[in-house]
């Protein structure tokens, strides 16, 4: 770099420094009065989703909630009407409010970050293999979003290549090395592309800074020089701008957190952000899409008979499991087709109507078995009238024990949740030996049609703290991450000849030294930053942590327990 440019640099940077200062200082004047929003900048691939979904999200009212803002920032930052707001935006989007938000970060070690990066890429791209996923409305779409629209495409593209190479009659390849094969650009190719510099390398630096590769242009103009000025290493300019960050974390970001240090960083959070992990949590539960879908599946199961005149119904529907059921026996024919006869002929003898008038449905709106709700699934009763009844002359069969063939006694039992009724259900049908477990009722409802709207209800309305809904969050999270992973390493393995090995620490650990140690040299700026943190948040936890004022999260295993 001549010394004209290292000049043009310097001011440039100094400049910029002292524009920044100036109007974080503004910002703060006016969050004294405005001073309750909480912007988490949420860097890619530090487990952000866990701290932004399972701790952040539930300690809001839903009604304060952002949305979803992940594939472009809809709200109006100088006169936002809700409360949190989390994105993959860079701190540029901070220059648009007019007062200071408050504004959590979490960082984590470049080449640990780096390698996710590349392994979530490859997973987005195969859950569809090179295909158009379907797009589902009012959901993140992980390939919209930045940087995700780039990389992943990139990966798309070589399966379909891969894929249409296969059906031209070309040979299948066996791959032995996760990181580096035929199939999709080896981890030491791909570290080395522009788009990788662009939107991966020093991509913590860059969006602390408000100067990444998805900036917002309108607020910093000249981002590009900025980038170029700070990459430009042992630089007065780049020093400049690393102390500008290192500071910027000190004194504008209220918590920096460290994936390294996952339930640390909630508890110091918890503290700083005055979010008390034995609070109550706000969370959508489950039992209220059960009670949607209820509704929807009880409006259809009348309308079946809305063409026969003289056959007046009313449907009794609930949506329950057994604990010893799971979604992976549900879905096996052999074992449904046994489970579900089963239940309609206990059922049909306990209330005393046609086997035919029991239903039993999965929860998917596709008729997907495998599907996973936990196991929970739907049953539909379908009763005649009293009228009805006189006039027909099929009787239907004689109930049992003390049930009448009416639906009010089937609904009173739902309604106080008479789990020992539904044993009885069954252990008349099912072998001793063969036991589905504790029957859990999520859901329940009636429609007839008379008023032709369905009344539905939760079973139990559940109530969590803070700390409790994260530890249930996380791991469902880990549960929905880990059956996405199965099924897109699974499509890999149908492509190629032999198994495809998932991507793990065991596999990281024979990446070469070298190629580690080229990774951090490509993110010298990230790692400086990152250390910095590391330093930052020991001194800020040991401080709470000596002073006795930090809660901690509840055992991960208590929990699991009542889920």
């Known amino acids: ?165 296969i059906k031209a009659n070309q040979s299948k390849i066996a791959i032995s090395d996760v990181y580096d094969n035929e199939l999709y650009t080896p981890f030491a190719e791909w570290i080395e592309m522009e788009m990788v510099h662009n939107d991966v390398h020093n991509g913590q630096f860059f969006q602390v800074l408000g100067l990444s590769n998805n900036t917002d242009a309108e607020m910093e103009p000249r981002a590009n020089e900025l980038r170029a000025c700070a990459l430009r290493r042992d630089t007065p300019a780049s020093q400049a701008l690393m102390e500008y960050a290192k500071e910027r974390l000190e004194r504008e970001i209220d918590v920096v957190a460290l994936h390294e240090r996952l339930a640390d960083s909630i508890s110091l959070a918890a503290k700083t952000l005055n979010i008390p992990l034995n609070a109550s949590a706000h969370f959508v539960h489950p039992a209220h899409a059960d009670v949607a879908t209820l509704s929807e599946r009880l409006s259809k199961r009348l309308g079946d008979h809305a063409s026969s005149e003289s056959e007046k119904v009313e449907v009794i529907g609930f949506v329950f499991r057994f604990r010893n059921v799971k979604t992976t026996d549900l879905a096996k024919v052999s074992f449904r087709e046994s489970y579900v006869d089963a239940l309609r002929r206990g059922v049909s003898m306990k209330c005393g109507v046609d086997v035919d008038a029991v239903r039993i449905h999965p929860m998917s709106p596709e008729g997907d078995w495998s599907r996973e709700f936990n196991g929970f699934h739907m049953m539909t009763v379908t009763f005649k009238t009293r009228d009805a009844v006189a006039q027909s002359s099929a009787a239907a069969s004689e109930p049992y024990d003390d049930m009448t063939e009416d639906p009010d006694a089937l609904y009173d039992a739902l309604k106080v949740g008479d789990a020992e009724f539904f044993q009885n259900v069954i252990a008349i049908n099912v072998k001793v030996d063969q036991s589905y477990g504790e029957f859990e009722l999520s859901s329940y409802g009636r429609i007839d049609g008379t008023s032709a709207k369905a009344t539905t209800a939760m079973a139990h309305p559940i109530s969590r703290t803070v700390g409790e809904q994260y530890r249930v969050c996380e791991s469902g999270q880990f549960r929905k991450y880990a059956r996405l992973r199965a099924n897109a390493l699974k499509h890999i393995s149908e492509k190629i000849h032999g198994a495809y090995e998932t991507f793990s620490d065991l596999g990281r650990k024979r990446i070469s030294r070298k190629l580690i140690k080229r990774v951090d040299d490509l993110n010298f700026l990230d790692y400086e930053l990152w250390k910095f943190a590391e330093e930052l948040f020991e001194k800020r936890f040991r401080n709470e942590n000596d002073a006795h004022s930090l809660s901690t999260l509840p055992p991960a295993e208590r929990i699991e327990k009542t889920m």
């Open 1 to 165: 770099m001549s010394a004209e440019r290292f000049t043009k640099c310097d001011a440039l940077v100094a400049s910029w420094t002292k524009k920044q200062r100036r109007a974080h200082e503004q910002r703060m004047e006016a969050r004294y009065s405005r001073g309750d929003f909480l912007f988490f900048l949420h860097v890619p691939r530090t487990a952000g989703r866990s701290f932004h979904f399972c701790f952040l999200k539930p300690a809001f009212e839903t009604s304060d909630l952002c949305g979803n803002q992940y594939m472009g920032v809809t709200i109006d930052p100088r006169h936002p009407k809700c409360k949190f707001l989390a994105t993959h935006d860079d701190y540029s989007l901070v220059e648009r409010f007019e007062a200071q938000p408050r504004m959590v970060v979490m960082l984590r070690k470049p080449s640990r970050r780096v390698l996710s990066a590349y392994e979530f890429s490859i997973e987005v791209a195969a859950r569809s293999f090179g295909t158009n996923p379907k797009k589902i409305e009012k959901r993140v779409q992980t390939r919209q979003v930045w940087p995700w629209s780039t990389l992943t495409t990139h990966i798309d593209g070589e399966l379909r290549g891969y894929d249409e190479a």
